[in-house]
């Protein structure tokens, strides 16, 4: 049975299917009836619609962003239609983020890097066919014109470093920062105090894990940028 917090993210191929249901009720389905039981919450939903850009996803990096605040679990409904998303594996391992899927629970961080290996394997095997393509158009006089693809971008792979961990830590200050500001001005709370007993309630942890005090709130509003 489910137990805990739950941030779920679906992902639907086209705008059509986003506004008309398709698919999208079926993972929320599978989602439901994954946490049906046990002592949980769902507190957000997040839907992509995939785009012609195969690493752009907002509503990723919103969800993620969510568990990393609250300390949720992202939640997907099939595993095997992100299997061979690069970019999808890519942020959930660089985030840390807990993860489960509806239809393989038992999935793990292990098996999270065995995919991400696969679909980074994938990826280079289309880059190589692609260019020995090129090679061949190239020598039979085809003129090669346009843009060049982004095939640079594919080799590079997930980006595991201390540079993307320390990025993420200064971004998640200025998330807390606009919960703080946003708090502040909708007058719920005026002290330090106030301010950590607010954050504290509605789920969102401390730098280091655990609950708010005044020092912290402090810090982050002297330390960060919320324009960042």
């Not at 046990?38 to 907002?58: C, H, N, Y």
């Not at 409904?77 to 391992?93: G, H, Y």
């Not at 807990?98 to 629970?105: G, K, L, N």
């Not at 158009?137 to 961990?165: F, H, I, Q, Y």
Request: net charge positive; proline share 2%.
């Amino acid at each position: 049975m489910a137990h805990g917090q739950f941030v779920a993210y679906y992902r639907v191929s086209t705008a059509r299917q986003g506004k008309s249901g398709l698919g999208l009720d079926a993972q929320r389905r599978a989602v439901a009836d994954f946490l049906n039981g046990g002592s949980w919450q769902l507190t957000s939903e997040f839907m992509e619609v995939e785009s012609g850009k195969a690493d752009d996803r907002p509503q990723l990096e919103q969800a993620l962003a969510m568990c990393e605040l609250t300390g949720a679990t992202l939640v997907v409904a099939k595993l095997d239609r992100l299997s061979r998303n690069l970019a999808f594996l890519a942020r959930l391992q660089d985030s840390g983020a807990r993860f489960v899927a509806a239809d393989m629970p038992e999935a793990n961080e292990l098996t999270i890097h065995i995919m991400a290996a696969v679909a980074q394997a994938e990826r280079k095997a289309i880059s190589k066919r692609t260019k020995e393509a090129l090679a061949v158009a190239k020598a039979r006089g085809v003129r090669l014109g346009g843009k060049r693809g982004n095939l640079e971008d594919l080799r590079k792979g997930p980006a595991k470093s201390a540079e993307v961990r320390s990025r993420q830590a200064r971004e998640r200050g200025s998330k807390v920062r606009r919960q703080i500001e946003g708090i502040v001005s909708s007058g719920e709370g005026a002290s330090l105090r106030q301010l950590a007993d607010i954050l504290n309630d509605r789920g969102i942890t401390a730098p280091r894990g655990g609950r708010w005090h005044a020092a912290q709130v402090r810090a982050v509003l002297i330390n960060t940028d919320a324009s960042a």
